[in-house]
Each structure stands twice: as structure tokens, then as C-alpha cells.
Nanobody, 124 residues
Framework: QVQLVESGGGLVQAGGSLRLSCAAS????????MGWFRQAPGKEREFVAH????????TYADFVKGRFTISGDNAKKMVYLQMNSLKPEDAAIYYC?????????????????WGQGTQVTVSS
């Protein structure tokens, strides 16, 4: 059974930093790419960042460019999201997700596996 488990969320002041981690497990797990999404109360889940292993390419939502960095190690089945210069509007539950095959980076329905999420709270 494939599992994705996020960690690293918490409470931080505006302007601060957090590093989220996501660990994938399961004998059958393999991925073409992984990504991060977030969902704030009363809002739709939205794309944050994506990394494609083979091409080593990354994609970011405009609202995090220059502040967030996605990285990872496919062999270790880990992906990270370094979040700097956090703003109150970044507060949300952050979800890790994985794609088995080549697909759109930003569309949630193209992801095959999802974690349970980790809460990020940013105080002003």
C-alpha cells in the first residue's frame, strides 16, 4: 500500500520560514513527479509546486515564486518544500502528492497519490 506522509508544518510568524517534508512508502511506489498543493478554509485546493524527476524540472505557482523551493530525492522517495518569507495568506493545509506518469503539473486530478496534509499557520 502506498502512503505519503507530510511533516514539518506548524506556527510561524510572518516573514519566517518552514520546511515541509514528504516521505513516500510502499513496495509498489514509483513516481514520475511529485508536487505540493494547499487548501485554506473555504477555498479550493490550489497548486503550489511540482518537481519532475527525470527532467529535473520544477514548476511553481506565481504566488510562491522566489519564496518557496521544491526539492527531493526520488531514490529516497522524499520531497521537500522550503518556504521562506511566509505571509498570513500562506496559511493552509499543505498536501504532498505524486504522479505515476507524465501529466500536467498543476492539475490536482492528474495526481495518483495524496498525503493527509500538514497544517501551516502564519501569524501576522
Amino acid at each position: 500500500q502506498v502512503q505519503l506522509v507530510e511533516s514539518g508544518g506548524g506556527l510561524v510568524q510572518a516573514g519566517g520560514s518552514l520546511r515541509l517534508s514528504c516521505a513516500a512508502s510502499g513496495r509498489t511506489f514509483s513516481s514520475n513527479a511529485m508536487g505540493w498543493f494547499r487548501q485554506a478554509p473555504g477555498k479550493e485546493r490550489e497548486f503550489v509546486a511540482h518537481i519532475r524527476w527525470g527532467a529535473a524540472t520544477t514548476t511553481y505557482a506565481d504566488f510562491v515564486k522566489g519564496r518557496f523551493t521544491i526539492s527531493g530525492d526520488n531514490a529516497k522517495k522524499m520531497v521537500y518544500l522550503q518556504m521562506n518569507s511566509l505571509k498570513p495568506e500562506d496559511a493552509a493545509i499543505y498536501y504532498c502528492a505524486a504522479q505515476r506518469f507524465l501529466a500536467s503539473a498543476t492539475v490536482a486530478s492528474t495526481y495518483d497519490y495524496w498525503g493527509q496534509g500538514t497544517q501551516v499557520t502564519v501569524s501576522s
